[in-house]
């Protein structure tokens, strides 16, 4: 089965910062990827589909990329609304598994 | 409007039996696949398998396969997780989920398997 494995496995940014989240494929999926977001005691929630399509009422400092083995989430300016854990999900061929996730907080 | 609406909380001794639901509505049940996914207390999202209603086709993640049964009720728009003998370290949050992108998701039902 294909791993998905993120790093980092946790960051502290300050507010404004860029942060970049990376998320690797142990083979190719070529653009089948999401990214979620789960806040504390919340449901996850879609963020990004099919590598790097932005889920409606996203806001759009949210990007992805990355197509094959490796991708990316970015924030291009970390609000306090988006202390969270992400995670990356593979979605070809089954078990479409998840990454480890990605915790981020405020410096 | 897309709903998925779980069962509530459930305690059970190990060894007990338990079936969970997840019912969708505001959609087409038959023709979107339904997960099931499993996140223990302060860890993360773990995928433990999928159906789809329309011809009840199940996939299982090996790390679930044989532990758990994922089922459909298509009359009812209704799926279900369920377990034959639970252990102490099934207790969980277990979440449903319309897959492949899942944009939807269920409330979440946390089981918990004590003595």
């Known amino acids: 089965d294909i791993q998905m494995t993120q790093s980092p496995s946790s960051l502290s940014a300050s507010v404004g910062d860029r942060v970049t989240i990376t998320c690797r494929a142990s083979?190719?999926?070529?653009?089948?990827l999401a990214w979620y977001q789960q806040k504390p005691g919340k449901v996850p929630k879609l963020l990004i589909y099919?590598?790097?399509t932005l889920q409606s009422g996203v806001p759009s400092r949210f990007s992805g990329s990355g197509s094959g083995t490796d991708f990316t989430l970015t924030i291009s300016s970390l609000q306090p609304e988006d202390v969270a854990t992400y995670y990356c999900?593979?979605?070809?061929?089954?078990?479409?598994?998840f990454g480890q996730g990605t915790k981020v907080e405020i410096k | 409007e897309v709903q998925l609406e779980q069962s509530g909380a459930e305690v059970r001794k190990p060894g007990e039996s338990l079936k969970i639901s997840c019912k969708g509505s505001?959609?087409?049940?038959?023709?979107?696949?339904i997960g099931w996914v499993r996140q223990m207390p302060g860890k993360g999202l773990e995928w433990m398998g999928i159906?789809?209603?329309?011809?009840?086709?199940?996939r299982y993640s090996p790390s679930f396969q044989g532990q758990v049964t994922i089922t459909a009720d298509k009359s009812i728009s209704t799926a279900y997780l369920q377990w034959s003998s639970l252990k102490a370290s099934d207790t969980a949050m277990y979440y449903c989920?319309?897959?492949?992108?899942?944009?939807?998701w269920g409330q979440g039902t946390q089981v918990t398997v004590s003595s």
């Open positions: 099919a590598a790097s």
């Open positions: 505001g959609y087409s049940f038959i023709h979107y696949w």
């Open positions: 989920a319309r897959h492949s992108y899942a944009e939807y």
């Open positions: 083979q190719g999926i070529s653009n089948y």
């Open positions: 999900q593979k979605c070809s061929s089954t078990p479409w598994t």
């Open positions: 159906i789809y209603p329309g011809d009840s086709d199940t």
